[in-house]
């Protein structure tokens, strides 16, 4: 229970976890916008999931947590952009890889020093043994939740 709604649920463990991540990517967005990247919500979702030698469609896909139709079609609208590029895979001659180009790099350049500027914050508000501590705790929770670290 909340001090200010004694009927409040508090949230769930999930939700604290989201609300930090939230604040981060929109901090990243805004200044991705205002240094004229155009990048969606969506886009940039898939976007940070592209592997640095290259992704299948299949893989972004299965990570981004949506269809492969829906995948394609983000990739279409970031190629179009020219942040991401479609090259031959080297391990299969059929299939395509999606690897950042001049153009992606150059945004996630720029998205770089913002989450590093954001990470300092929280560790300025919950102090250096904190933020170490919770970034142990969530690398350790990675082992279980994500099937593609």
Known sequence: MTAERPD????????LLFYPYRALES????????????ITLAQA????????????????AAQAQVTKQTAGELVDQL??????????DPSDGR????????RGREAAALAAPVVATVEAEWATHLGPESMTALRAALTRLREITDPWA
């Open 8 to 15: 409040a649920v508090e949230p769930n463990t999930g939700l």
């Open 27 to 38: 901090r990243v967005l805004t200044a991705l916008a205002e240094a004229g990247f155009e």
């Open 45 to 60: 979702r898939l976007l940070q999931r592209v592997a640095d030698d290259g992704s299948r469609l299949t893989d972004l």
């Open 79 to 88: 190629q179009r952009r020219r942040y991401v590029e479609r090259v031959p």
């Open 95 to 102: 299939a395509r890889l999606i690897r950042l180009a001049a």
